[in-house]
């Protein structure tokens, strides 16, 4: 377990997941913690990634670090996805194994996992066929960075995890019109649309996908959980165990941001993974759960949204 007093690094502690879990470090006492902006140390340079493990030598990573977006920004740039994914995510790993590490913690996504993969999605479900098209590059770098943590932990007998979170939000999150996910996504669209008093909002899809959707102060819970209580090569799924509609989701946050206009859909764009609910039945087991539910949470997420305008505009 880690002592208060361990040097922790995160990587990617400026993005939604990896400041949630400083903040969730910070909160349980650890004081030795590790940071650098991408400015500081690009993790796409293996030299520079190495030297700055040489020099800091953390106890304990938790890798945040990655290259993220939504179904558009991964149907048009799927090779940069793939490239600097795979990239810091190799680099992280290796530098930490040969600067003796004691522990890796690896954040995924629950897109690893095949297209039409039973439901729930077990974790052993993951490689057994196909991906879904338009987020396949980021999902093979994502597994390509799990099953170099299961042979350096085969090979070198590391201790390395890695954990799979269901769709994320929160605090620092990234409410890019054309660059987010859906859910950040739709709380700007309707603020703006409120604001401007539109009377119709039109959404991709037609609002059948279901989806499930985890508060990232909860997964920087677990996170913290998992490198202190979890050991093995297999991932490690984090979610709710509840599913939602995207149609119903969108009713749902134009209620709490208040837009009363009529909600349209554009049957042209793509719906993605028709269906992605995550057994979390391993969790349970660990003896984890999550707090945060879901109406509640996009009310916390609405107000991060209204006191960063700073944020909301990149």
């Known amino acids: 377990m880690m002592e208060k007093q361990s040097k922790i690094y995160i990587a990617g502690h400026q993005g939604m997941v990896g400041s949630a879990i400083m903040r969730e470090l910070e909160h349980q006492g650890y004081t ?36 993220v977006g939504g179904i558009e920004d991964n149907r048009q740039f799927p090779a940069d996805f793939m490239y600097q994914n795979i990239l810091l995510e190799i680099n992280v790993i290796h530098s930490a194994w040969k600067n003796g590490c004691k522990k890796l913690e690896l954040l995924g996504a629950s897109c690893i996992y095949p ?13 057994t066929s196909a991906l879904e098209k338009t987020n396949e590059a980021y999902a093979l770098a994502k597994i390509s960075g799990l099953k170099y943590c299961e042979f350096l932990n085969r090979q ?6 890695c954990v799979m979170p269901s769709n994320l939000y929160g605090p620092n999150d990234n409410y890019h019109p054309n660059h987010s996910h859906v859910l950040p996504a739709l709380i700007r669209r309707f603020h703006e649309a409120k604001l401007e008093h539109k009377p119709s909002v039109t959404c991709w899809g037609d609002g059948s996908p279901l989806r499930e959707f985890l508060y990232v102060d909860d997964l920087a819970n677990f996170c913290v959980f998992l490198m202190n209580h979890y050991s093995g090569n297999e991932p490690v799924n984090a979610g709710t165990g509840k599913e939602i509609s995207i149609r119903n989701l969108t009713e749902l946050v134009a209620k709490i941001v208040g837009y009363e206009g009529e909600i349209l859909w554009d049957t042209s764009k793509p719906n993605g993974t028709p269906r992605k609910l995550l057994d979390v039945s391993k969790a349970t087991n660990l003896g984890w759960k999550y ?13 991060d949204f209204l006191k960063n305008p700073v944020r909301a505009e990149r």
């Open 115 to 127: 297209r039409m993969a039973r439901s729930p999605i077990k974790e052993n479900d993951l490689l």
């Open 32 to 67: 030795n913690l590790v940071t650098c902006t991408h400015q500081e140390l690009d993790l796409c340079r293996q030299d520079d990634v190495e030297n700055f493990f040489t020099q800091e030598e953390p106890e304990y990573v938790f890798l945040a670090a990655a290259k």
């Open 291 to 303: 707090t945060t539910e879901l109406e509640d949470g996009i009310r916390l997420a609405y107000q």
């Open 156 to 161: 070198y007998g590391t201790d390395y995890i």
